[in-house]
Structures are given as structure tokens and as C-alpha cells.
């Protein structure tokens, strides 16, 4: 991406790149962005793929339909990432034929469909011939923030170059004429060649109040003040040009003569072309440069503005969306007739898939009408678009100008939804937990269960990510028995899970185990993910969480998938399974890119890293976590904050770093820590154990450590494992063989990484007791598991303490499935799944060809050569607790 301000070459930078480009054989595809097509859907998407309109029918039938009706049927945006995954295979196929170069320019002004299927194919550019160049502008927003696309500035001309251009334009300047505009512009191409143009009182002089001026601004005033020179009939044609690029010279000439009351005739144009500000060609008119057409926008006087929309409403056929919003923009005080018919466009883009338009169409039909009500629904409306759509910022404002006390019950708690959707944050006021358990009663009292169900499960996350204390805690239990949950609800269970987990593991186990298995909605997948999550079942919540998943792709609820899949990678991590946990991380950042969910992005990318630090690259992990801890959406997230130190701990440990995993860890438990948390704080105490006795500081801990395990009695199976670890840590090495013998007798088939740290530390303690012979089998297990695990800091203390027994050890090699991108590992279980190239791109949201070359460097990695093979190759490097851990 090219970013810069107005003027500053990037148009013709893209001018360079197709040149390039075409000169290689690459098949050029441009889109520019109009100021006044920025509000139809798929504008600049139908652009771009003109070219490749006779290749649809090398597209799948659904597909092809897909992109034509998004063309010409209203309904067919509904499924915009239907259309982005469709563009993307159409892009492939023409690419396999000959290398793509898709460019950009002016993007900030293309329609939201179209920036949304660019950035989505922005992501995906790693093995496709397909090549992106997009340009946007500085002072706008960038359409493709969630992309990760690489950025180049275009910054200013050199003094040299700046003075040769100027010198080539405006060979008759005087030498102090060109050093006061070599100032002026300070390397902006447009400026130098422009301002020359322009009356010396256009130009401001330098002095300390004025050299703070932007580029852009000078620009903008000097093309005003050529504008004001003019005549009023070329002045008036210029704004009605301005107000709507899509009219042609006869309408422009009928839109000022209606505003000025006489014939006007091409004639009247001259003016502004002798000026240099526009350039006619057939019967259009083109502005020299975007910035002129916004710089007489801007400075027109308002009634004049009014006064031109009004005409171009009367010329503008009725039906258009353009019609309407000329009316609008001609519109004095509340007219509830337009406000109906923006609240119906709304509607119908909405479905088209332009969100930002529907919103934009909602909020000023609030401020259209004249009914509180109707006012305060519409802005409701707006909100949720927004909060849907990627832009919380937006809806949380829309929310705050709402006056939601003239709604309906319904309606409040609806709004309530949307703030907790669109608030990332946990609990940001103390007054918050309160209000959502007295709605979530009032609703469940006047029979909105659903809504209720929805609010109560809200609040219970947010509580949990929060840390809260006993008493918000209580207050969620409190509202589990005044809505009157059953027993065996799904939803009680994860409140429980949320709320108590030590107290409630037991129940919340059991509840979960009478859940039948078959379909179920995504909340109950959530819900179950989740629960399983806090009460320590890991392998549970993994297969939960992967089940949603799976379920959630197929339907396109990428918001979801975001979710699960990140959960999937926490518990995957804990277990031991490291391919899983990268593969699930890596899938909730695209899908979290996808939908515009900028801090979920954040924990997905700090999930990912987590991962590498436990595979041994501990400073890039712990990195990352410090520009996590910076971003403003995740500074309150406790549960987010003691996970990170949990893994970075983790990952200490592994290295044998103990100081440092200690540091870590015991922010876990220190209730004054921004890391502190009242349930992690217990899953991690047998680390924080170890961490201790290894960098002797056990005694400083030792009494915080046992209040813990107090705590722990009776917990569940999966916190017992952590309980028992720290027991050891805690005995003296004369009196440990009760607590190892106990502690592998437990099953932890499903739990291959604390079965080998298991394994690592009786074979050391056996050792350390001068039984050199009997330590070498635990010794060699934990090095075959770390060894699979892909581990390799514990896998080189296992081999030290092997040949410490006398025995050598062969250096570890990496497994050849060890080498799989977690893409690929996703793939070939999918694959192996029996799904099809095809399948498997919807499912993961990648071209049929990204799916066929994965494969294709996949297949050696396992040695494998067909697809039939890969089952057998996928459990033979299945981990269990004598080979690789795996997944259920």
C-alpha cells in the first residue's frame, strides 16, 4: 500500500507499477475510487473483474452466479464473503494463466463491498501470481487497516528534483520566486506544479505562524482563489461537477442554468478550462486532481450547495439512489418522507453488503425525523450495522447520541447488546455489572428469555476476563437462580465455570458430560468451549471448540470462528499440542482481519507467538506480549494479561530460565498485578511451584502456594494435575516417591505435555537419589515426548539428565510433520478428512489453487503421494503419550 498526502505522486507511482508490470506480462486490473460512487455497492469490485468477465465460467456455478448478481441483484450481497472467496478463485484461475496485477488507486474512495473483498484477498497473497498495489490517502481513513498489507510511504521530492520540476513547469520563474515556492511545497509534485499557477496573496508567506500549514491546505486555497476568479456560471458549473461526478456536460449545464435561471452552453465552461481546474473529453467533465473537486465542494457557500443538490434531484431519474440523496442534501429541518425512504435504502444495502452506506443512510434518517422513538431506533439500527460491519468506535457514538429511555424493553436490552458487542473492554465502569443482572431479570420476567440468556453470558465473560471479585461473582450466581436456569442448563454450567470455577468444577463437569452429542447453536459451542476452558478440561474444550469451529465456517460467522479458534489454540497450547494451538492461532487472525476485530487480531497474533516461544523462541513471545499490553482495548483484560505471563512463564521454564518463569508467574497471584487472576492464578500454581524451587524462591511463595492447593481440594481432574505437580515441587526430595507414584498413576492421555515434564522430573529426582539405572527410562519417554512435541528446551534438559545417568543421547531431528505450516497441517487433516480442494477453500476461506499447492509441498513433508495416504501418515504422527500428543 501507498500511503501519502494529496499530490505527493502516488497515482502516478501506480502509472509506473502497470507500465512494469505489463512489460513482464502481467494482466493489469484497476480500480479507481470516485468521492460520489463510494456509496454503491461493488463499484469498484465490477472494475476490476471486467476483464475476467468471459472466465466465470471456469468458476464452480454457485460462484459465478455469485459475482454476477452481485452486479445487478440486490441480494445478492448478503454472502460478501461468498463474493470475496469467488473473486478470489477468479483471480486464481486467470492468474494460473498468466500473473495478475490488481492496482488501487484512490482507494480510500471506493465502495466498502469492494475494499472489503481487496483486503480479504490482500491476506491471502502468499502463494498466488497475484500482485496489489493500493493508494490512499493520508488524511483519510485506510480501508484496509486489517489487511497487514506492507505500507510504503511516499514522501517528499528532494531539494535537487524539487527544484528541476519546478524549473521544467515554470521555466521563466525568477530565482527568488522558486525559493519561496520550493518552500511552500516542501516536495509535493502537485504543489510545485500547480501553486505557480496561482495569485501571490493564494500562496501564504512563511513565517512561524503559517509553516505549520499542510501542503494540502495551500493546495486547496490556491485553487479556491482560481475559482473565486471566475465567473459566477463556470464557479457554479465547477460545484455542480464536484457535487456529482456521475452527470455528463449537458446535466451539469442544466443544473446551473436551473440554479441561475438562464441557458447555459458548453461556452460557459471555458473559463475553468483555460484555468487549468477541469478537462472536458466527450461528455465528461475530469478535475485535474481529486483535490480540486473537494477544495470547491468545501469552500462553497452552503445555501449555494443546497441549491445545486436541489437542481440535480430534479434531473436525476427518481428511482436512483443518487436521487435521494440529493434530496437530502437539499433538505431544510425534519421531513420524515425521506427519512422512510433512507431507512428503506438502508435495508437494502445493508443486504447488499455496503454496512458503512447503511449506516450513514440510518443516521441521517435520524436526524430526519421527527419522533423521539423513531429517532432513537434509528440510531440503534446504525449502531448494530456499525458493531457488525468492524467499526465499534462508530457504533459505541451512535449508541451515546441514542436517548434508548423512550424504547421499549426490548429494544433497551438490545441496545445493551450491541454496547457489549461493540465495548471490547471488560467491566470498564464498576456500575456496569449491575445494570446488565437487572435487565437480564427484567427481561426474563417479561418473557425475553433469549435476550436474557445472551446478556447473562455477556456479563459472565466479561466478569472473568475482568477478574472480578466474590461480589460481582455472587451477583451472576444470584442471576442464575432469579431467571430460574435449569439444572442441567448449558448456560448455567458456564456461568458457574466463569463465576466459581473451584467451587463449581465438579457440577460444571458433569453438566457438560450430559450434553448430547449432535447439532447444536453456535452460543451452546461457545458456552461449552468455554466452560471446559475455565474448569481445566482442556482436551474438551478443544474438542468443543473445534467442533464450533467447524460448524461456524460452514455457516460464514467468521466473528465466531475468531472466538473458538483462539480458545481452541489455549487449549491446545496447554495440552501439549503445539501444531493445533499455531493452526487455530493463525485461523482466528484471519478470520478476526476479516470481520475488523482489531483486538481479538492482537490476542491471536500474541497466541501465535506464545506458541514459538514454547517451541524455544522465547524473546520474540515475550515481544509481542509487550506490544499487546499497549493496545487500549486490552489493558483491563486480566484473563488476557495472566495468560500471556502463564505462557511466557511456560516457555521460561522449557528453556530451564527459572528466575525468569518465576517473575512471570507470580504476577499471576499477586492480586496488586494487572496479571492477577482469581482462576489462572490456581490452573498455574504447579508451574509457579517449579519456578520457584529452580530459582530458589520457594520459601517466599511457599505459603501462597498452599493456600492454593487448600483451595484446590476436590477440584476437578484437570486442575488436580497442576495441583499434584506442585505438591512435588513442594516436597523435599526424601520424602517425594508417595507423590510420583500418585501422580503417574493419573491418566493423562490427553495431556502429553504435563505427562513428559512429569516424566523429566521423576527421571531427575531418581537421579538426584543416585538410581542412575532406573531414571533413564522416565528420561528417555520425556525426550521421545518433547521430542514430538517439537519442544526443544525440555528436550535438551531430558537428553542432559540421560547422559548424566551415563547413557548418550542422539541430538533431536524434527519430525517431518514438524516442518507443516500450520495452514498445511490444517489442510491435511481436512484432506485427510476426505473433503475436496474446493471444500476445503470454502472451509478456510483460500482459492481451490492455494488449497492444490499446499498440498502439493505438503505431500513430500509426509511422505506421502496421494490423498489416500494421508489418514494413515496423520496418525502415524498422531501424539499420544508414548509418541506425539494429539487431538481426540
Known amino acids: 500500500m501507498l500511503r501519502g498526502p494529496a499530490g505527493i505522486g502516488k497515482s502516478s507511482l501506480l502509472t509506473v507499477a502497470r507500465s512494469a508490470g505489463t512489460a513482464a506480462g502481467m494482466l493489469a486490473l484497476a480500480a479507481k475510487g470516485v468521492r460520489n460512487e463510494s ?16 472466465r466465470l465460467t471456469q468458476l464452480p456455478a454457485e460462484q459465478a452466479a455469485l459475482l454476477r448478481s452481485a452486479f445487478g441483484d440486490s441480494r445478492a450481497g448478503a454472502d ?44 491471502r497473497l502468499a502463494i498466488e501470481p497475484i500482485a496489489m498495489v493500493a493508494c490512499v490517502r493520508d488524511s483519510a481513513a485506510d480501508p484496509f487497516a486489517d489487511a497487514e498489507l506492507p505500507v510504503i510511504r511516499v514522501g517528499p521530492l528532494s531539494e535537487a528534483a524539487a527544484r528541476a520540476l519546478l524549473r521544467a513547469n515554470s521555466p521563466s520563474l525568477s530565482r527568488a520566486s522558486q525559493d519561496r515556492l520550493l518552500e511552500v511545497a516542501q516536495g509535493n509534485p502537485l504543489a510545485l506544479i500547480e501553486l505557480p499557477k496561482a495569485a501571490d496573496d493564494a ?45 455528463t456536460t449537458a446535466e451539469i449545464l442544466q443544473v446551473a442554468g436551473t440554479v441561475l435561471d438562464v441557458g447555459l452552453t458548453l461556452q460557459a465552461f471555458q473559463p475553468a478550462v483555460d484555468a487549468h481546474l477541469i478537462t472536458i473529453t466527450g461528455n465528461r467533465v475530469a478535475f485535474s486532481h ?57 435495508e437494502r444495502t445493508a443486504a447488499q453488503g455496503a454496512g458503512a452506506v447503511a449506516v450513514t443512510a440510518l443516521e441521517r434518517a435520524a436526524g430526519l425525523s421527527s419522533q423521539a422513538g423513531q429517532r432513537a431506533d434509528r440510531l440503534l ?45 471488560p467491566l470498564p465502569d464498576a456500575d456496569r455489572l449491575p445494570i446488565l443482572v437487572e435487565t437480564v431479570t427484567d427481561l426474563a420476567e417479561s418473557g425475553e428469555a433469549g435476550p436474557a440468556a445472551f446478556l447473562l453470558w455477556k456479563a459472565a465473560t466479561k466478569c472473568w476476563r475482568a477478574s472480578a471479585g466474590p461480589g460481582q461473582r455472587g451477583q451472576l450466581l444470584d442471576a442464575t437462580l432469579t431467571i430460574g436456569l435449569a439444572g442441567d442448563d448449558v448456560l448455567l454450567a ?18 457438560l458430560a450430559r450434553v448430547r452429542s449432535g447439532p447444536r447453536d453456535m452460543g451452546t459451542s461457545a458456552q461449552l468451549a468455554r466452560a471446559a476452558l475455565f474448569v481445566g478440561d482442556y482436551p474438551q474444550a478443544r474438542r468443543h471448540a473445534a467442533e464450533g469451529c467447524r460448524v461456524a465456517r460452514g455457516q460464514g460467522r467468521l466473528s465466531l470462528v475468531t472466538q473458538l479458534a483462539l480458545v481452541n489454540a489455549q487449549a491446545a497450547l496447554w495440552c501439549g499440542n503445539l501444531d493445533e494451538a499455531a493452526a487455530a492461532a493463525a485461523e482466528s487472525r484471519r478470520s478476526a482481519g476479516d470481520t475488523g476485530q482489531s483486538a481479538w487480531a492482537t490476542l491471536a497474533r500474541v497466541q501465535e507467538a506464545l506458541v514459538d516461544g514454547l517451541r524455544g523462541d522465547y524473546p520474540a513471545a515475550a515481544a509481542q506480549v509487550r506490544r499487546a499490553e499497549d493496545h487500549p482495548e486490552l489493558r483491563l483484560d486480566h484473563h488476557a494479561m495472566a495468560g500471556w505471563q502463564w505462557d511466557l512463564g511456560l516457555a521460561a521454564l522449557a528453556l530451564g530460565e527459572h528466575q525468569r518463569a518465576f517473575d512471570h508467574l507470580r504476577r499471576i497471584a499477586d492480586p496488586g498485578d494487572p496479571a492477577y487472576h482469581f482462576g489462572l492464578r490456581h490452573a498455574a500454581v504447579g508451574d509457579l511451584a517449579e519456578a520457584a524451587r529452580g530459582a530458589g524462591r520457594l520459601p517466599e511463595v511457599r505459603d501462597l502456594i498452599e493456600h492454593l492447593l487448600r483451595d484446590m481440594t476436590g477440584s476437578t481432574p484437570g486442575l488436580s494435575i497442576t495441583a499434584r505437580h506442585a505438591r512435588l515441587m513442594l516436597s523435599p526430595d526424601g520424602h517425594a516417591e508417595a507423590e510420583f507414584s500418585a501422580a503417574l498413576a493419573a491418566d493423562l492421555s490427553a495431556r502429553p505435555l504435563a505427562r513428559a515434564r512429569l516424566l523429566l522430573a521423576h527421571g531427575a529426582w531418581l537421579r538426584r537419589r543416585r538410581r542412575p539405572v532406573a531414571a533413564r527410562e522416565p528420561l528417555r519417554a520425556a525426550r521421545e515426548l518433547f521430542d514430538t512435541l517439537g519442544i526443544t528446551g525440555w528436550s535438551a534438559r531430558a537428553r542432559v539428565e540421560l547422559e548424566a545417568t551415563g547413557e548418550a543421547s542422539q541430538e533431536s531431528r524434527p519430525a517431518t510433520w514438524s ?7 490444517q489442510i491435511a487433516q481436512l484432506a485427510a478428512a476426505g473433503m475436496t480442494n474446493s471444500e476445503i477453500g470454502e472451509q478456510l476461506l483460500i482459492s481451490r489453487r492455494t488449497v492444490g499447492s499446499h498440498l502439493y509441498h505438503l505431500f513430500p513433508k509426509l511422505g506421502v503421494t496421494a490423498r489416500s495416504q494421508l489418514a494413515n501418515a496423520l496418525c502415524a504422527a498422531e501424539p499420544t503419550t508414548r509418541q506425539r500428543p494429539g487431538r481426540e
Open 39 to 54: 456509496g454503491l455497492p461493488f463499484a469498484g469490485l465490477h472494475q476490476l473483474i471486467r476483464p475476467l468477465l468471459s
Open 80 to 123: 460478501r464473503l461468498g463474493i470475496a472467496l469467488a473473486t478470489l478463485d477468479l483471480f486464481a484461475e486467470a492468474a494460473a494463466q498468466q500473473p495478475i496485477l490488481v492496482l488501487a488507486d484512490d482507494a480510500q474512495w471506493l465502495d466498502g463491498p469492494t475494499t472489503d473483498v481487496l483486503a480479504f484477498i490482500g491476506r
Open 203 to 247: 500562496i501564504p508567506s512563511l513565517t512561524p505562524l503559517t509553516r505549520h500549514i499542510p501542503v494540502t491546505a495551500v493546495l486547496e486555497r490556491a485553487f479556491t482563489h482560481r475559482v473565486a476568479a471566475l465567473p459566477r456560471p463556470a464557479r457554479l458549473l465547477l460545484l455542480a461537477a464536484a457535487s456529482d461526478d456521475a452527470c
Open 290 to 346: 481529486p483535490l480540486v473537486s473537494s477544495a470547491i465542494y468545501s469552500s462553497a457557500p452552503v445555501e449555494e450547495r443546497r441549491l445545486v443538490h436541489a437542481a440535480l434531484a430534479q434531473i436525476v431519474p427518481a428511482g436512483e439512489d443518487r436521487h435521494l440523496w440529493h434530496c437530502v442534501q437539499a433538505s431544510i429541518g425534519v421531513d420524515d418522507g425521506l427519512a422512510n425512504e433512507l431507512e428503506r435504502l438502508a
Open 381 to 425: 439500527r446504525a449502531a448494530e450495522l456499525a458493531a457488525e460491519t468492524g467499526r465499534p468506535a462508530a457504533s459505541l457514538e451512535l449508541l451515546q447520541r441514542a436517548d434508548v429511555t423512550v424504547l421499549s424493553l426490548p429494544r433497551r436490552a438490545r441496545a445493551m447488546i450491541v454496547r457489549e458487542l461493540a465495548e471490547f473492554a
Open 494 to 511: 458456564a456461568v458457574r465455570a466463569c463465576a466459581d470455577p473451584l467451587t463449581w468444577g465438579t457440577d460444571v463437569l458433569s453438566a
Open 819 to 825: 516442518t507443516l505450516t500450520p495452514q498445511e497441517w
